[in-house]
């Protein structure tokens, strides 16, 4: 009788799962869920992947700026060597003086440039009028056949320095537009606004002690048509010494889903979790 009654249970729970499969459409397989949460996955990760290509660029402009202002300001010459950036020797700086405006080019090559972590190739151009009496510079970023770490980032950005914002800091707020070619052909798109302030180590001529804390909104636009929408809901902890943000968290808007992006607790390293709406959680290996 034991032996009956497993059969007539396994029967009624093949007859269950042969219902629920029928009712599903020809057209939506039982995978379609996870299918579609593995795409949200990537396109998640690859938009963290933009965040750090973005924020190194912007670790390396910020430092060629003030490092150029700091020269300047304390000789009384226009620097243009390599002696002064703390950046590998395989970077060119190349400073052009007219009048009260700047121009910086920082050459990484075409064969490959290790910097802090990461390689990059081609250049990232500044221009911005020199005024040392001025509250605010607007310093405008373009870059040129770039690469980083074999992703092609095409288009530049604005970044308008506060000599102290309201905590008596300095801050730069950066408008974004650029878009991203991976070599496998993937492509997304960024556009936005970041804040970022210099909440440590303003002033110490040592660049490896800098931490910003960064904040604002943006949206990451893929090729397949899916966007998504970001805003910052913990402040995002920048410690130039780490590749990655060591801590913060990000709220995600898609049309199909939402959930929060985040950073962890304040360890360097390259782990990330998404958690969904609906709580699942995955975690995210950053690149």
């Keep these: 009788m034991k032996k009956l009654n497993v059969t007539k249970q396994m029967f009624m729970v093949a007859t269950g799962l042969a219902l629920i499969l029928t009712g599903c459409s ?24 933009i965040d750090v290509a ?11 700026y003030e490092t150029q202002e700091a020269s300047e300001n304390t000789t009384g010459r226009v620097a243009n060597g390599q002696e002064s950036y703390s950046l590998p020797d395989c970077v060119t700086i190349t400073v052009v003086a007219e009048q009260n405006s700047r121009e910086i080019t920082i050459d990484f090559g075409t064969e490959g440039c290790e910097v802090r972590g990461h390689v990059l190739k081609g250049k990232i151009l500044l221009s911005y009028t020199r005024d040392p009496e001025a509250r605010e510079i607007l310093i405008t970023k373009t870059l040129e056949d770039f690469y980083f770490n074999d992703k092609n980032i095409i288009g530049g950005k604005t970044i308008l320095k506060q000599m102290s914002n309201e905590n008596g800091n300095p ?29 440590e180590g303003h002033g110490s001529g040592i660049w490896s002690d800098n931490v ?17 929408s970001y805003e910052v809901v913990i402040p995002l902890r920048r410690e130039v010494i780490c590749r990655f943000f060591v801590s913060g968290s990000v ?11 985040d950073y962890g607790e304040g360890d360097c390293d390259n782990q990330a979790t998404f958690t969904f709406d609906d709580g699942t959680i995955r975690d995210i290996i950053l690149n």
């Excluded at 020809?26 to 396109?43: A, F, H, K």
């Excluded at 973005?54 to 060629?64: F, G, L, V, Y």
């Excluded at 878009?179 to 496998?184: A, K, L, Q, S, Y």
């Design 26 to 49: 020809d057209n939506e397989p039982v995978t379609s869920g996870v299918q579609e949460l593995e795409q949200d996955s990537t396109e998640i990760a690859m938009s963290a992947e």
């Design 54 to 64: 973005s924020e190194t660029m912007d670790d390396i402009a910020i430092d060629a």
């Design 251 to 261: 709220d995600v808007e898609r049309t199909n889903f939402s959930g929060v992006f």
């Design 212 to 228: 910003f804390e960064v904040t604002g909104n943006w949206t990451s636009t893929f090729r397949n048509g899916n966007s998504h």
């Design 171 to 199: 801050q730069f707020t950066k408008t974004v537009d650029f878009t991203v070619v991976w070599p496998n052909g993937a492509e997304a798109s960024r556009s936005g606004t970041k804040i970022r302030e210099w909440i």
